[in-house]
């Protein structure tokens, strides 16, 4: 499985658009990008995934270059709420049993 | 039906003892799998099952470690004889196969303290 670099921490304010990127440059043809949240005391909760260019929900929006070796989900003026660990995973989205490889992921601070 | 539901939320043992928790999925949800997480790391994949097939266990699942899936819906993970580095957050989470990860789901996990 490809593996993922991303910041250890970020502090951001609150209105504020904050960008978190993810390096994964062995990312393989069949690999998706998905991002997780997970907040203290919980299990992490899916956010985002696509395969190539811009995806976007009501929560964030996903960027990936055409090369695919990296990507940045941006979340569009956080609140306090958003203060959690984020994940970035690259995998098959079928086949291996769906299992998910999470690495150290990004502990988002947001301050009044 | 509203989500993974894990029971106990926190475990404290004494070493040496055995524990067991229980994760039940969501209903449908026909893949279950088990994750442990410590402190500053993320999850880590321990095993998972198809209905009440266990498919994969991972090196990290120690032979005191046994984990059970009968008649394919609740699951059990028990650990024996626990040790002190067995202290971690263990993540129960349920998927339905072809939906991807859209359709994974964690609970919010059970906190062992191996005193």
């Known amino acids: 499985l490809a593996k993922t670099t991303q910041p250890i921490s970020m502090d951001s304010y609150e209105g504020q658009e904050v960008n978190i990127t993810c390096s994964h440059n062995?990312?393989?043809?069949?690999?998706?990008i998905t991002w997780y949240q997970q907040f203290p005391s919980q299990g992490p909760r899916f956010i985002i995934q696509?395969?190539?260019?811009?995806v976007t929900n009501e929560v964030a929006s996903l960027f990936i270059p055409a090369d695919r070796k990296s990507s940045t989900l941006s979340l569009p003026r956080v609140s306090l709420s958003d203060t959690a660990v984020y994940y970035c995973?690259?995998?098959?989205?079928w086949g291996g049993g769906n299992k998910l490889t999470f690495g150290t992921g990004t502990q988002l601070k947001v301050e009044l | 039906d509203t989500g993974v539901s894990q029971d106990p939320r926190h475990k404290i043992t004494k070493r040496g003892q055995n524990v067991t928790f229980r994760c039940d999925p969501i209903?449908?949800?026909?893949?279950l799998y088990w994750y442990r997480q410590t402190l500053g790391q993320g999850p880590e994949f321990l095993t998972y099952?198809?209905?009440?097939?266990?498919?994969?266990k991972s090196r990290l699942l120690s032979d005191r470690f046994s984990a059970e899936r009968p008649k394919g819906s609740f699951s059990t993970l028990e650990i024996q004889r626990t040790e002190q580095g067995d202290s971690a957050m263990y993540l129960c989470?349920?998927?339905?196969?072809?939906?991807?990860?859209?359709?994974?789901?964690f609970g919010s996990g059970t906190r062992l303290t191996v005193v």
């Open positions: 989470a349920s998927s339905l196969l072809l939906q991807g990860d859209y359709g994974y789901t």
């Open positions: 995973l690259v995998g098959p989205l």
């Open positions: 209903s449908e949800h026909n893949r």
């Open positions: 062995n990312i393989a043809t069949n690999d998706y």
């Open positions: 099952f198809q209905n009440e097939a266990q498919l994969e």
């Open positions: 696509g395969y190539k260019t811009k």
